[in-house]
Each structure stands twice: as C-alpha cells, then as structure tokens.
C-alpha cells in the first residue's frame, strides 16, 4: 500500500462503515498496517495480532484481525470476486478456504437468505472467526480440508492466516481432508451455482483424481497462486465446457450454454 492507496481504502470505509467505532477502528488498524508492514519484522507482528474486533460495514458485522485488512480490501474494496452468478432459485455456493468467511459475506449481500452456503476452511484459528462471522446467515461450516485423497494431512501457517500452506511432513497441523467428489456426495449436492477456491496453492490438488464433482457446477472461482497453477485449471476446466477469464490472479470460469 502507498499513501494514495491508504487514502482511497480510508474513505471508502468511511462511507461503508455503519458507526465511529467501525470507522475508528479501520482509519487506526489501516495505518497500523501500513506503517508495520514496512519495518523488517512486520509480517511477524502482524501474524502475531490474534484479537479479532466487531465492526459494521454495510449491515454486516464482521470480525476483523489486524492480519485480515488486506483480505477485506481484496474483497469489499477491489471488488476481486463478481456476483452475477445468482441464477438460481435456491442456489448452492460452496467457499472453499473461507479463511475468516469474508468471501462467503460478499456473496450473502447478493444472494441473501435464499443461497445455501457450505464454508470449508480447515486451520482452527481462522474457523474460529469464521464461526463468529457467519453465525447470522444460513451457513454451514466444516473444519476440514479439500484435497486429492481423502483422509488427514497436514498444514503449516507461514503468517497472516490467510497463508495456511500443506506440510511436507507431519510436522504440520494435523487436518481431516476429503475429495470435492466425496464431499458433494456426503452433503447431497446435486447442483453448484458457485465454488470458489482459494486454498494458497494447494488448489490444483482439487483438479487431481475423481473430478465428477466439476459436472455439477455452474461457475467456478479460483484464486491462483501460479501461472503454471492457472494455466492446467485453465485447461482442465475449457475442456470441460467453461469459459475462464482471468484477472488479477483470479480465473472465473462459467459454464457454456449449450444450443
């Protein structure tokens, strides 16, 4: 962030921000951050910040860490994930790394009460928020993670949270994990109107194996941490009958209408 990109994000939350707390809290933890970041031991001490604050934005009251700003101006801000995807009368949208649950937030404000949501998001810090964020909307939340075989893996937390990486060992955090395939089944998903994936580069590991699962859904987004990543999926996903634009890192693919 630079001084222009602080001012813009400031006034954006001031006219988002429903109370003086919200816009308090946002002008100080924004340019705590900016500041911070800049010193060589920030990443440090901004992972180490765990107290999550209320705020309102919107009509939404969101628990924020001091490690989330950059993932809440991501999303509410830069806008990075679209919304007209909603066609559905009762549609299902599945969050995959829901980290903290502000994606899922974003696409409650267009899809509303109507949607059923399904969050996976398997590092217990972040699941801990997650459950506080969305404890007023009609979610589903699992501790688990999403990956090529299903059984126990293992994660590490490089920083910020939203970092959660795969272990190479068993030095990691131990996790339950479960194939896409297994987990529609489980659930008794039939159709997805939207899955979004953002699993910090694990995400082509959901393309490998059993991909039956890809049949059932409409749109998919897909947070790339690569271009090798994003050029497979890409692949992977045209040859089975979508449309994928990227843009700033993020691959929207949509269905083709066939006829």
């Avoid at 987990?183 to 039956?212: N, P």
């Avoid at 049949?215 to 987004?221: F, H, L, P």
Wanted: charged share 20%.
């Amino acid at each position: 962030m630079n001084i222009k990109s602080i001012y813009a994000k400031i006034k954006f939350c001031w006219s988002q921000a429903d109370d003086i707390k919200s816009r308090a809290y946002l002008l100080m933890m924004t340019t705590k951050l900016f500041v911070v970041s800049k010193i060589p031991a920030g990443p440090k001490r901004i992972a180490s910040d765990q107290k999550a604050t209320r705020i309102c934005i919107s009509g939404q009251a969101i628990y924020l860490r001091l490690q989330d700003l950059g993932v809440f101006y991501e999303i509410f801000y830069d806008e990075i994930y679209p919304t007209n995807f909603s066609s559905a009368q009762s549609p299902v949208i599945i969050d995959v790394g829901a980290h903290i649950g502000l994606a899922t937030l974003y696409f409650y404000r267009n899809s509303g009460d109507r949607a059923r949501y399904f969050c996976i998001e398997p590092y217990p810090p972040n699941h801990h928020i997650l459950e506080r964020n969305l404890q007023d909307i009609p979610a589903e939340l699992f501790l688990i993670a999403i990956s090529n075989h299903s059984g126990q893996l293992y994660l590490t937390d490089q920083g910020y949270g939203h970092n959660v990486h795969i272990a190479k060992d068993v030095q990691g955090y131990p996790t339950a994990c479960r194939t896409m395939t297994a987990f529609v089944r489980q659930q008794g998903i039939t159709q997805v109107e939207l899955l979004k994936i953002d699993i910090e580069g694990a995400e082509q590991y959901i393309f490998e194996g059993d991909m039956d699962w890809i049949d059932i859904c409409q749109n998919i987004i897909i947070e790339c941490h690569s271009t090798e990543i994003k050029a497979e999926i890409e692949k992977i996903l045209k040859n089975r009958n979508f449309a994928c634009i990227s843009r700033a890192g993020i691959l929207s693919c949509q269905r083709k209408i066939l006829g």
